[in-house]
């Protein structure tokens, strides 16, 4: 009898295995890009310029960035407040004969703004059968 229960179950399980067909086409989801035909010319004489200045009293952040490239040759300079309270220029070239050249300098004590700090938040502890202080 027992042998009769196996051989069932077998049935059943080659059965519950078989492959199923289910047809599919194939649905194309986006078309074909276009192919890139050619290059961009590249700029022989790229040049740019750009500068920034943050000044944030609420988180104290204070630095500055400026750059100018010409052709090869880029110039620039940037400058942070350091933790100590002064200020750290550095003042940069690169181009293809000498390389990149920083230059840095500290100035003494500049004002700063101290950074406001976020009040301390104050959780009350309510335990299991006390009441509320």
């Known amino acids: 009898m027992i042998s009769k229960f196996i051989l069932l179950a077998a049935?059943?399980?080659?059965?519950r295995a078989a492959f199923?067909?289910?047809?599919?086409?194939?649905?194309?989801?986006?078309h074909p890009s276009q192919a890139i035909i050619g290059n961009e010319p590249l700029d022989s004489q790229p040049n740019y310029s750009f500068n920034y200045h943050v000044d944030d009293g609420l988180t104290g952040d204070?630095?500055?960035?400026?750059e100018t490239?010409?052709?090869?040759?880029?110039?620039?300079?940037y400058s942070l407040i350091e933790p100590d309270g002064t200020r750290r220029t550095v003042?940069?070239?690169?181009?293809?004969?000498?390389?990149?050249?920083?230059?840095?300098?500290?100035d003494p004590s500049v004002s700063v703004k101290t950074a406001i700090a976020a009040a301390p938040?104050?959780?009350?502890?309510?335990?299991?059968?006390?009441?509320?202080?």
């Open 11 to 15: 049935v059943v399980a080659v059965a």
């Open 20 to 30: 199923i067909y289910t047809p599919s086409g194939i649905i194309p989801l986006a």
């Open 62 to 66: 204070n630095k500055a960035h400026k």
């Open 69 to 77: 490239r010409y052709g090869d040759v880029v110039q620039g300079s």
């Open 91 to 106: 003042a940069y070239t690169a181009d293809p004969i000498n390389g990149f050249n920083a230059v840095q300098h500290k």
């Open 121 to 133: 938040a104050l959780a009350s502890t309510i335990h299991q059968g006390q009441a509320q202080a």
